[in-house]
């Protein structure tokens, strides 16, 4: 079975600074690994996704993320953090393919921008 | 816009009624799936279709079904509902099966049941 934990369901952050939203994984497949972002009243809407081509992954609005095996993580990072970043984010895993094709989500992080 | 486009958007009704909620994937994508978002349960899998056929059942009641007709759109009957069904319930569609793909998500659709 697969799982995903998020390391705090809320992170505060000034407008400017780092943003690190934590995801541990739990997969008995290599995984498929995916950031998604939700703005309020809205859907999901991809940030990025690891599909073994390369550990660091790059995705929209400068957000990017390092698959760690050894760790089973994939933390999301931005540089800087804009005021428009503040959302819902949701670590998901997938399988290997054969079965459930949908993701496992972990329980999102809240994410504050201070000004 | 992802593509997907679910409706109806909103939806108010009561214990025991059934509704059913529509979502038509974006062009080309042949998988569709249906998550369920509530503050206690988080984002859970509900249900999966690729090309006409059941592929995968998650945490989907049986008072829950779901078809995907052969325009590939796909519909999620709920029934006998309950108070703890009220929830945003999202489709999402793939290109193909396998969780390498893309998954694009509708705006959800908000269902209260009162």
């Known amino acids: 079975a697969q799982s995903v934990t998020q390391l705090g369901s809320h992170v505060s952050v000034s407008e400017g600074a780092l943003v690190l939203l934590r995801c541990n994984y739990s997969?008995?497949?290599?995984?498929?690994l995916f950031w998604y972002v939700q703005y309020p009243n809205q859907g999901l809407q991809l940030l990025l996704k690891?599909?073994?081509?390369?550990?660091l992954v790059k995705g929209i609005n400068d957000f990017e993320a390092e698959f760690k095996k050894s760790k089973t993580s994939f933390h999301l990072t931005k540089p800087s953090a804009h005021m428009s970043d503040a959302a819902e984010y949701f670590c998901a895993v997938g399988g290997a393919g054969g079965g459930a094709d949908g993701l496992t989500f972990g329980k999102g992080t809240h994410l504050i921008i201070q000004p | 816009d992802s593509g997907v486009t679910q409706t109806p958007k909103h939806l108010i009704t009561a214990t025991g009624q059934r509704v059913t909620l529509r979502c038509s994937p974006r062009s080309g994508d042949l998988s569709v799936y249906w998550y369920q978002q509530s503050l206690d349960q988080g984002l859970q899998f509900l249900i999966q279709?690729?090309?006409?056929?059941?592929?995968a059942k998650g945490n989907i009641l049986e008072r829950f079904s779901a078809q995907q007709f052969p325009d590939l759109h796909s519909e999620l009957n709920l029934s006998s509902l309950e108070l703890g069904d009220s929830a945003l319930y999202f489709c999402?569609?793939?290109?193909?099966?396998?969780?390498?793909?893309?998954?694009?998500f509708g705006e959800g659709s908000w269902l209260t049941v009162v």
């Open positions: 997969s008995s497949v290599p995984p498929y």
């Open positions: 279709y690729y090309n006409g056929e059941e592929r």
């Open positions: 690891y599909t073994s081509a390369a550990t």
């Open positions: 999402a569609s793939s290109v193909g099966p396998g969780a390498g793909n893309t998954i694009y």
